[in-house]
């Protein structure tokens, strides 16, 4: 896919009060065996480029936000790992949780922090794992959803579906904002739907994918969670209160645990009446299989994806790939299709697409037989 | 499979002037990316036991063969290779060609080496690279064979053949010999057959599967290489006769590339009057390519083989390996079936099951690109 870079539909400088929190906590199996506790997708590249889906994500930010200005919210025992997969983010910008409390906590503290550090902040938060085709529409959207930031809402920005996803939960649009913000008015959020109601929403053109992306104030942000989860605000406050001091560590090792385990969208966005949200059609992909890495990734005529030196005799649509630290095994598939074959520095897996939600299978497997060199 | 050791089947002990001559110079491609250039396929365990072919064929035939009676006929490359195979060898029983002229100079060369040790040497000549399911079956059909080369025939055992196979050659069924010689006279060998005719023979009972075994007193061979390949007897004559003298490596050198390449079938037995066949049938195999690796292998309830530590989600017939010394990574099938995975040092192969012969064409590419460290 395209990467960040600048391009001429843009006209925008990076605006001096623009933050991005990109939210990169998470520890999927489903790309087994090439994702690892330690080493977890966002910290792979898997959306057919050559760079780490966290360092895709900031640098597809680049023209709109400053590396400086770029949090990263991840777990302690990944920030090494954070740092390394991009190196470009400042450490003091690496925000590292002593537990997995779920968006909320992390969103919120990010928030405080921003507040405390910019009073006129403006703020994106953004999945780190994500692949995006068309980096320039992207942003054009991000700026329109920037514009309702400013207007004091909280934006968000939907995905305009392409087929009766039952895997991602939905956005029902509301009137047209207007007023100098773009977007819609949110009527409700929904969860993920049946199959015929999926197809009901598709058809209606009245609902959108819900992304996971944020936009708003720092300050909109931190009066939010004051009012909808007051214990959760109480407790980050105390964590930033001490921020650049010595008891910032041990406040963090002893209050973050004990935040409410809620997403953002389940306890602030459904509570919240003033939220604004944006259609957005840019070639958005949550990447959620081996199979979506595929679709990704660069094709021959065969539909087959193979590292430099690896090949495929008498089959198609196969993605074959190495992820062993200075170049693995030549990979050869001969008379078979429909397989992905991944190789790390201690396993090998060939798994069938139509298999590719399976891979926690062998995760659950190995987990159970205590094979934790594996896991 | 079964391998060697006593059988309470069999009475005879190890025989004085039996030996035995193990044609261990083939450098197939049909099991890459295990075999190679510097190791073939007899020098790999794929019969489904842990030794290397050539190994469980010297050591099947140790009752009735002492392991110092045991001359391996290799490549000269192949001899350090060969000896760490087979441990039992004694290093001057390997007889090492400096060039590949076919069957025939090997077995004239070996029959004169023996035929200069032992006058009364009685001789059994075995490819190193079949695999046989019941090792005492065959030793009794050895024994019947060695009866007709007692009585001055050159024997051979036929496999009573299970199928139509048109890969290998026939052998049609002569006359009973009698007269304390067991067997038949052999009415005629016959190239490979097309289906038809193949299914004719099988059909008709008369013809056995001609696995390239041969049995005969040491001077009957000598003489009957002098008759049909004078030259062939002549050229290897004179290195015999520097045998552990200073001379005979330059000998060796100088006259065995310029040996007539024939195979022994075509230079000596279609022309010889006095032939035996012996029928035998004790689950022969020539292991012709990754499909009998994985019929030979011991397998679960899903016909599933696996290395300890490998295993397979949602398929069956999976034939899973790795030829890492030491042992390789953990190799996971999910959702796939009919697969071989095979994993060595710097190659990772996946092969559908019903293109096992197209192996060669994998070794075919990666010659023609020079990728030399992988062949």
């Known amino acids: 896919?395209?990467?960040?870079?600048?391009?001429?539909?843009e006209s925008v400088a990076a605006m001096a009060n623009?933050?991005?929190?990109?939210?990169?906590?998470?520890?999927?199996?489903?790309?087994?065996?090439?994702?690892?506790?330690?080493?977890?997708?966002?910290l792979l590249p898997l959306d057919g480029g050559d760079v780490p889906l966290?360092?895709?994500?900031?640098?597809?930010?680049?023209?709109?936000?400053?590396?400086?200005?770029?949090?990263?919210?991840?777990?302690?025992?990944?920030?090494a790992a954070t740092l390394a997969a991009c190196p470009e983010l400042l450490p003091e910008n690496v925000l590292a949780e002593p537990a997995a409390r779920n968006t909320a906590p992390c969103v919120a503290w990010a928030a405080q922090v921003l507040a405390a550090?910019?009073?006129?902040?403006?703020?994106?938060v953004l999945p780190s794992d994500h692949a995006i085709a068309d980096p320039a529409g992207f942003r054009a959207a991000i700026e329109e959803a920037l514009?309702?930031?400013?207007?004091?809402?909280?934006?968000?920005?939907?995905?305009?579906?392409?087929?009766?996803?039952?895997?991602?939960?939905?956005?029902?649009?509301?009137?047209?904002?207007?007023?100098?913000?773009?977007?819609?008015a949110v009527a409700r959020f929904v969860e993920k739907p049946k199959k015929e109601v999926a197809e009901e929403y598709v058809a209606s053109g009245k609902y959108l994918w819900n992304a996971g992306m944020?936009?708003?104030?720092?300050?909109?942000?931190?009066?939010?969670?004051?009012?909808?989860?007051?214990?959760?605000?109480?407790?980050?406050?105390?964590?930033?209160?001490?921020?650049?001091?010595?008891?910032?560590?041990?406040?963090?090792?002893?209050?973050?645990?004990?935040?409410?385990?809620?997403?953002?969208?389940?306890?602030v966005m459904e509570k919240e009446a003033k939220l604004a949200v944006v259609p957005g059609s840019f070639g958005w992909s949550d990447?959620?299989?081996?199979?979506?890495?595929?679709?990704?990734?660069?094709?021959?005529?065969?539909?087959?994806?193979?590292?430099?030196g690896s090949f495929v005799i008498d089959g198609e649509r196969n993605l074959l790939r190495s992820y062993v630290p200075g170049g693995g095994k030549t990979i050869t598939v001969i008379g078979a299709s429909d397989l992905v074959v991944v190789e790390t520095e201690n396993a090998i897996l060939v798994l069938h697409r139509d298999k590719a939600q399976d891979v926690k299978k062998a995760v659950e497997l190995l987990t159970k037989h205590g094979r934790t060199e594996l896991l």
Request: hydrophobic letters at 45%; glycine letters at 10%; zero cysteines.
């Open 117 to 124: 550090r910019d009073p006129e902040a403006r703020v994106v």
């Open 287 to 308: 990447i959620g299989s081996w199979l979506s890495a595929w679709e990704l990734a660069a094709k021959d005529d065969q539909g087959n994806a193979a590292d430099v």
């Open 214 to 267: 944020f936009f708003f104030r720092a300050s909109v942000m931190v009066d939010a969670v004051a009012r909808h989860l007051p214990s959760v605000a109480e407790g980050v406050a105390k964590i930033v209160g001490a921020r650049g001091t010595s008891e910032e560590k041990a406040l963090l090792q002893s209050i973050f645990p004990t935040l409410e385990s809620v997403s953002i969208d389940v306890g």
């Open 147 to 184: 514009t309702a930031a400013d207007a004091g809402f909280i934006a968000t920005i939907g995905i305009v579906p392409t087929r009766a996803e039952t895997g991602y939960g939905y956005i029902e649009l509301g009137n047209v904002l207007g007023n100098g913000a773009a977007g819609n």
């Open 18 to 42: 623009t933050y991005a929190v990109i939210m990169a906590g998470g520890s999927g199996t489903r790309f087994w065996p090439a994702s690892r506790q330690k080493l977890p997708k966002q």
């Open 54 to 79: 966290l360092a895709a994500t900031v640098r597809r930010l680049a023209p709109l936000v400053k590396p400086e200005h770029v949090l990263v919210v991840t777990a302690e025992r990944l920030r």
């Open 1 to 9: 896919m395209v990467d960040s870079g600048a391009d001429p539909r």
